[in-house]
């Protein structure tokens, strides 16, 4: 019994190691066909060091520089509407006049009025000097005088309240009145905006707020002008912080030639810092994003290769990115200045892989690309 326990055993261990040689053969045979397959071809980039410009981002609100909605002073009838909706009109215009002929005729009642006391006054100033009217009668002559004035010019007035003209050059909105209206006090007739130049009304934190002053340059760019980046200048920054975000309000003016930027449109602000960085940049597509960390291939010669030059292979290297501008991004930590990075096709690499550089169908990487299909 003993004797055939000791056989199974020997028996077994006779088969693992047939097994295992033969296992071993097959990857051995598998590693010799690896070496020889031909290594991929890839495009590569030079990590370099350039200088770029220190930008602040936010999203901001377009304001104004002046801007109304145009309401009636004083209860009164529209018998005239002296504008078109949408068209520009300088300070002082007619918008609409409101029904006067009450007041206009106790104005000239008023100016008669004016008239007389004035001749009145005058021939009381004559006795006076004369010594044959009293001081009593040409200080009421006086009197009355000045009342008549006062009448009429409240009456003058009342007829300007009710003669509604442009407070300041712009462009009118929407019309929201009619001929025959009745208009209380208060209610709006349209809306006036001047448009060039425009406010763009931005806030950063406050941790920024020594990067920034008044005189500075700005971008704006919009969905609604898209490929367009409108300049502009920091014209006021806000004395208080607010306390609920502890971020600062910074308003800039842009010139608004055409009109293109309207007030209540949402825009990009970029804020162009005095100072530039320096900083070592690769094609963003170098990167190999995951969520354990980002990567990318360098290609260095092959250490166990004699021949002359060595063929290459790829090492992957883990590297902490910062900024991204254009098709290049910014490389905190990784890899240095001069460090050949595998530009395209990062997926399909690994590491110590054999690769064959061909740059003649590289991409061009730029800082600013313009795209043709946006």
């Known amino acids: 019994m003993k004797k055939k326990i000791i056989f199974a055993i020997i ?22 066909q690896k070496r020889l397959l031909a290594p991929d071809t890839v495009t590569t980039a030079v990590a370099h060091t350039e200088n770029w410009e220190s930008l602040l981002t936010s999203v901001a609100s377009l304001v104004a520089v002046q801007g109304v909605m145009v309401s009636a002073e004083m209860t009164g009838k529209v018998v005239q509407i002296a504008f078109e909706p949408g068209t520009m009109v300088q300070a002082g215009d ?3 006049q409101q029904d006067i002929a009450a007041e206009t005729a106790q104005l000239r009642s008023a100016e008669a009025t004016v008239a007389l006391t004035k001749v009145t006054l005058e021939r009381s100033r004559k006795l006076f000097a004369q010594k044959t009217s009293s001081q009593s009668e040409y200080d009421n002559s006086d009197a009355q005088y000045k009342q008549a004035v006062a009448q009429a010019d409240n009456m003058r007035a009342l007829i300007a309240k009710k003669t509604i003209r442009a407070p300041f050059a712009g462009v ?18 349209v809306s006036l905006q001047a448009l060039d130049p425009i406010f ?6 406050q941790q920024q707020l020594s990067q920034i002053k008044t005189g500075l340059s700005v971008r704006v760019k919009t969905d609604a002008l898209p490929g367009q980046v409108i300049a502009g200048t920091i014209t006021a920054i806000n004395p208080q912080v607010e306390t609920a975000t502890r971020n600062i309000m910074v308003q800039a003016t842009v010139a608004n030639t055409g009109h293109r930027l309207r007030p209540g449109m949402f825009v990009n602000v970029i804020v162009v810092l005095p100072e530039q960085e320096k900083v070592l940049v690769i094609p963003a597509t170098a990167v190999l994003n995951a969520p354990y960390s980002d990567s990318v291939f360098i290609v260095e010669n092959d250490k166990n290769d004699k021949a002359n030059p060595p063929a290459k292979v790829v090492r992957q290297q883990f590297v ?7 098709d290049f991004v910014t490389v905190l930590a990784g890899i240095k200045e001069g460090e050949t990075v595998v530009s395209t096709g990062v997926f399909k690499l690994r590491n110590a892989q054999p690769v064959k550089v061909d740059n003649t169908l590289a991409p061009e990487f730029k800082l600013a690309p313009t795209p043709k299909d946006t």
């Open 11 to 32: 028996g077994l261990a006779v088969l693992i190691g047939a097994l295992s040689g033969i296992k071993g053969l097959q990857i051995s045979r598998m590693m010799s």
């Open 94 to 96: 007619l918008l609409v």
């Open 172 to 189: 009118l909105g929407i019309r929201l009145v009619n001929l025959g209206q009745i208009l209380s006090a208060g209610e709006a007739i």
């Open 200 to 205: 763009v009304n931005f806030s950063l934190p």
């Open 320 to 326: 902490r990115l910062g900024a991204r501008r254009g």
